[in-house]
Nanobody, 116 residues
Framework: QVQLVESGGGLVQSGGPLRLSCAAS????????MSWYRQAPGEERELVAA????????NYADTVKGRFTISRDNAKNTVYLQMNSLKPEDAAGYYC?????????WGKGTQVTVSS
């Protein structure tokens, strides 16, 4: 059974850090590209960061460049999102996605709240 389980969300003060984790199981994690998306109420889901299967390449939304870092540990079947210098506009549900060709899996998300 495929599972993506996000954790690490919560309430943080503006300017603070938070680290999200996404633990994967039920599929060959190391062969999948991994991404973090976020969705705020009333907004469309947007790509935050992505990493290739061998961590050879990453890309970020312009709004988070220089503040967020995506990484993965294929031995632990886990992808991370280190978020620094958080802003109130970063508040959203954060979702983990695994993708290989036309196959994709999603987690149920973890909520990030940023107080100003």
């Amino acid at each position: 059974q495929v599972q993506l389980v996000e954790s690490g969300g919560g309430l943080v003060q503006s300017g603070g850090p938070l680290r999200l984790s996404c633990a994967a199981s039920g599929f060959p994690f190391s062969t999948y590209a991994m991404s973090w998306y976020r969705q705020a109420p009333g907004e469309e889901r947007e790509l935050v960061a992505a990493i290739t299967r061998a961590s050879g390449s990453t890309n970020y939304a312009d709004t988070v460049k220089g503040r967020f870092t995506i990484s993965r540990d294929n031995a632990k079947n886990t992808v991370y999102l280190q978020m620094n210098s958080l802003k109130p506009e970063d508040a959203a549900g954060y979702y983990c996605q695994a993708r290989f060709l036309t196959t994709e899996y999603w987690g149920k998300g973890t909520q990030v709240t940023v107080s100003s």
